[in-house]
């Protein structure tokens, strides 16, 4: 296969076959260096061709909960109080700016994610 930009789906096939085969290529043969420019390619095809939408904020926040077996307790020192947690989590009350502050340092979420607005439910 000549290296070249993918502009369909065969030629994204393609490539991926390619990518596999040169799968174990040694460190620093031009097998390995030709896999590198390859997931360049795929790379760029599929951020444009199958774009990944960011995940909610409070879903990413539940994620990270659970992958890194934390408690709504262990938020409490970057979101508030346990009612302040329970509120956010439940969708409630918003992520303030200084939450996310903290939870961006603490935890190294991406600010990005977080800052997104995201529907509240009606408090009851």
């Not at 043969?29 to 420019?37: A, I, K, M, Q, Y």
């Not at 774009?51 to 659970?66: A, N, S, Y």
């Not at 903290?102 to 009851?124: E, M, S």
Request: hydrophobic share 40%; proline share 6%; with cysteine.
């Amino acid at each position: 296969m000549e290296l070249r930009p993918i502009r369909n789906k065969r030629e994204h096939a393609v490539a991926l076959k390619e990518a596999e085969s040169l799968w174990n290529a040694r460190k620093g043969s031009p097998e390995e260096d030709r896999l590198l420019v390859l997931a360049l390619l795929v790379d760029s095809y599929e951020r444009e061709h199958f774009p990944i939408p960011d995940p909610d904020p409070i879903d990413l926040l539940l994620h990270v909960m659970e992958a890194r077996d934390l408690s709504r307790k262990d938020l409490e020192r970057y979101i508030g109080s346990r009612a302040r947690v329970a509120e956010v989590l439940n969708r409630v009350r918003p992520l303030t700016i200084e939450m996310i502050r903290r939870l961006c340092a603490g935890l190294g979420l991406p600010a990005d994610v977080l800052i997104q607005g995201y529907k509240l439910r009606n408090a009851a």
